[in-house]
């Protein structure tokens, strides 16, 4: 035990309560899992480029010339974006475009946005 959970000053401990949240928590490398993708919402860049995708489907070029960024920055992102399977791509010819993964994704910015608005 810590120190914490030792020096609790707590008299009572609800068992049933405890034993149901912990019947419910996921594993840890679920949750590390989980921490991880939150971590990479925890990056303007990749945050702003979410949000333009949000918005329409674009290609590197455009992505760059919306953030004042070279199309090298914007592809390393797209790359670790695409590693989380945070977005997607599609080819039309030799042009790549980009787009939310899923509809997850697309209500996680949304949940975001709205939650800044309150």
């Given at each position: 035990?810590s120190?914490?959970?030792?020096?609790?000053?707590?008299?009572?401990?609800?068992?049933?309560?405890?034993?149901?949240?912990?019947?419910?928590?996921?594993?840890?490398?679920?949750?590390?899992?989980?921490?991880?993708?939150?971590?990479?919402?925890?990056?303007t860049?990749?945050?702003?480029?979410?949000?333009?995708?949000?918005?329409?489907?674009?290609?590197?070029?455009?992505?760059?010339?919306?953030?004042?960024?070279?199309?090298?920055?914007?592809?390393?992102?797209l790359?670790?974006?695409?590693?989380?399977?945070?977005?997607?791509?599609?080819?039309?010819?030799?042009?790549?475009?980009?787009?939310?993964?899923?509809?997850?994704?697309?209500?996680?910015?949304?949940?975001?946005?709205?939650?800044?608005?309150?």
């Amino acid at each position: 035990m810590s120190k914490t959970a030792t020096n609790c000053e707590c008299l009572l401990i609800h068992k049933d309560a405890v034993n149901e949240v912990r019947s419910a928590l996921p594993s840890d490398e679920t949750l590390s899992d989980l921490a991880d993708l939150f971590k990479l919402f925890g990056d303007t860049t990749r945050i702003k480029i979410l949000y333009l995708l949000f918005e329409k489907e674009l290609c590197v070029c455009d992505i760059a010339a919306l953030l004042n960024m070279t199309q090298s920055a914007i592809s390393h992102q797209l790359k670790t974006l695409k590693h989380s399977k945070l977005v997607k791509f599609r080819r039309e010819g030799k042009v790549v475009f980009y787009s939310l993964a899923d509809t997850h994704v697309r209500s996680i910015i949304a949940q975001g946005m709205e939650h800044l608005a309150e």
